[in-house]
């Protein structure tokens, strides 16, 4: 695959490549520092030739998307980072967005004469051992890591295993819930599986992925468009941990009968920036180049498994307090990448049913899509990490299966497991299908259309945000066709069954005579709500409808010239 040249450029700047790994003696403490410089005094690069370090992909979408480029973009100054390396530090990264680079050494009286360098704004301690770190150390798939799912009588299916005709279940195999759940499947239909749609997955690795079977497609069509290690820098993203290799396969697996992921026609970008042999704030800075480098590629979406929270040492360990979507580095990352006009998603985090609870950073940032997990019945999963965000913002902001959602492993077989880390790939692969479809839209537009597509797009809450989008609705609002189920009634969601046990949303793009008027009256014919039904966005007509208890109610709707009247039972769903 050819690169563009500034992305080789870039990527010469952000990473000190070696084939020699991070090692320390028994004894000997190790020290990751952050250095913040001061400015960019001495880069031969000039805002005014971007062309120099970002590629012209990267340079299209933020053209697209209104955002110029600033003095941010600039790779840090070369005369700095020559400094810092005579001065006996070992420099693993630098930033541009941030101006900083990080640095590792083992003596750590280095970091205080670095403090009193004339160009150094801050210098912060981002992590420390005493051990060996010259191996991974994971055990692929080990026992209990994961909930197989029995479809076929045998709870491992073989990625080449052929013996199931391609339309079960649609062709979409095991993986047809997942799919489903948010009709990505019309999008499929109508041939946007993702093609051309670039997507950065930033992850702990992606052990196997080059040779595994679900992954065969990709590589026949040559859909992996590179790949980096931020971590051990050694060039191969294939040798370590396995987390990304079960990610990937929620949105390129491509096994007709088998499982076909959201997005298997999209190309991807295999982006190392997690250590999961430890957990520093280290790890965010790599994540943060690992933004960096995809925006310079010009990816159009990142989708991220990872969330930071508590580190190795609890002084390093982020409060509730810095989830307020502009302290966490990385939270500041994915901002910037929004910004830029990158589609961010994030998995919401695995706390739910932990001490901690809460989402983690990046998925407090504003410009990311924080996915909270559901079950194949829309059931919030127990362990989704719930909001608000500190300064009370809602969070999550979406859903998607990720409680028996079906992944790809590294044995060779689909397996079902649970996680956010897993909606939110799913989630991801299911937008990049979209935006394939509805490509000339922002990151902002195409946001705001899956979120209004949402089942509870007016009563978000901090378990589920919006809800589970639904991608027929997403495509018609942007198409401004008529979202009504028939003729005769311009109503998209209209209540189909007799009994309901929850509230409800009624959805139209269809304009009114004059006004929509609802009025809703329960048992003997009450009234328990009415008023105009508001457009949300100029997009879409939408009213919630709240009922109080068990019991027959009324559902009537004119525009001054038709009525739409439907009588329904609502008894709450038990707990």
């Known amino acids: 695959m050819k690169k563009a040249t500034a992305s080789f450029l870039l990527f010469t700047i952000f990473l000190c490549l070696s084939s020699t790994k991070l ?120 026992t209990g890591q994961f909930e197989s799912m029995d479809y076929f009588g045998t709870g491992h299916i073989d990625a080449k295993n052929q013996a199931n005709p391609e339309e079960y279940n649609d062709g979409y195999g095991m993986g047809w819930d997942q799919v489903k759940m948010s009709n990505t499947q019309v999008l499929h239909k109508r041939g946007f599986r993702g093609k051309g749609v670039w997507i950065a997955v930033l992850d702990a690795g992606f052990y196997q992925a080059n040779v595994l079977g679900a992954f065969d497609s990709l590589r026949a069509n040559n859909q992996i468009i590179g790949s980096a290690d931020f971590v051990d820098r050694d060039g191969n993203v294939y040798n370590d941990d396995d987390h990304g290799t079960h990610v990937l396969g929620c949105m390129a697996a491509n096994v007709p009968g088998i499982m076909v992921g959201t997005a298997p026609d999209a190309s991807y970008l295999l982006l190392r920036t997690e250590d999961a042999r430890s957990e520093f704030p280290s790890e965010e800075a790599q994540w943060l180049a690992g933004a960096e480098y995809a925006d310079s590629m010009g990816v159009d979406l990142i989708s991220s498994s990872l969330g930071y929270t508590e580190f190795d040492k609890s002084e390093f360990g982020h409060t509730y307090a810095e989830l307020n979507g502009h302290t966490a580095l990385i939270t500041l990352a994915a901002n910037m990448a929004y910004e830029r006009g990158i589609i961010m998603v994030n998995s919401a985090g695995n706390e739910g049913d932990g001490e901690w609870g809460k989402i983690g950073a990046p998925a407090d940032a504003v410009g990311v899509i924080a996915v909270a997990a559901v079950d194949k019945d829309g059931i919030r999963a127990g362990f989704s990490s719930m909001g608000p965000t500190y300064d009370k913002r809602m ?41 394939q479809m509805f490509s000339t839209k922002t990151a902002s537009e195409i946001r705001s259309l899956v979120c209004m597509s949402a089942k509870n797009y007016l009563q978000p809450d901090s378990f589920l945000g919006f809800g589970i989008p639904d991608f027929e609705l997403a495509i018609k609002l942007s198409e401004n ?63 919630r409808l709240r009922f109080k208890k068990k019991g027959w109610y009324r559902i009537r709707i004119t525009d001054d010239i038709k009525i739409w009247e439907r009588k329904i039972y609502f008894e709450p769903k038990k707990d």
């Not at 299966?401 to 079906?406: E, F, H, Q, Y």
């Not at 793009?509 to 048992?523: F, G, H, M, R, T």
């Not at 039904?533 to 939408?542: A, F, N, P, W």
């Open 395 to 435: 969070k999550p902001d979406l859903a998607a299966m990720g409680k028996k959602a079906i992944i790809a492993g590294t044995s060779g077989y689909f397996y079902g497991s649970n996680g956010t880390s897993y909606s939110a790939p799913i989630l991801a692969g299911s937008i990049a299908s979209f935006f």
């Open 23 to 142: 090692s320390a003696g028994a004894n000997e403490t190790t020290y990751k520092f952050w250095v913040e410089l001061k400015d960019k005094t001495g880069t031969p690069y000039s805002i005014l030739k971007p062309w120099d370090f970002l590629s012209e992909r990267s340079l299209a979408r933020r053209r697209k998307n209104g955002f110029s480029i600033c003095i941010q973009d600039l790779p840090v100054s070369p005369v700095y980072v020559n400094s810092v390396k005579e001065m006996g530090l070992k420099v693993l990264l630098t930033s541009r967005w941030m101006n900083a680079i990080l640095v590792q050494t083992k003596d750590s009286l280095l970091a205080a004469t670095l403090s009193k360098t004339n160009y150094v704004k801050k210098v912060t301690l981002m992590g420390y051992w005493s051990r060996s770190r010259s191996a991974a150390g994971f055990d692929p798939e080990t």
């Open 481 to 543: 066709t008529q979202i009504g189920g028939t003729s005769s009634n311009p109503f998209y969601t209209w209540p189909t069954l007799d009994t309901l046990h929850a509230d409800f949303e009624l959805k139209t793009n269809v304009n009114p005579v004059k006004k929509y008027y609802y009025e809703l009256k329960s048992d003997g014919y009450s009234a328990v709500s009415s008023g105009v039904i508001s457009k949300q966005e100029s997009l879409v007509y939408i009213t």
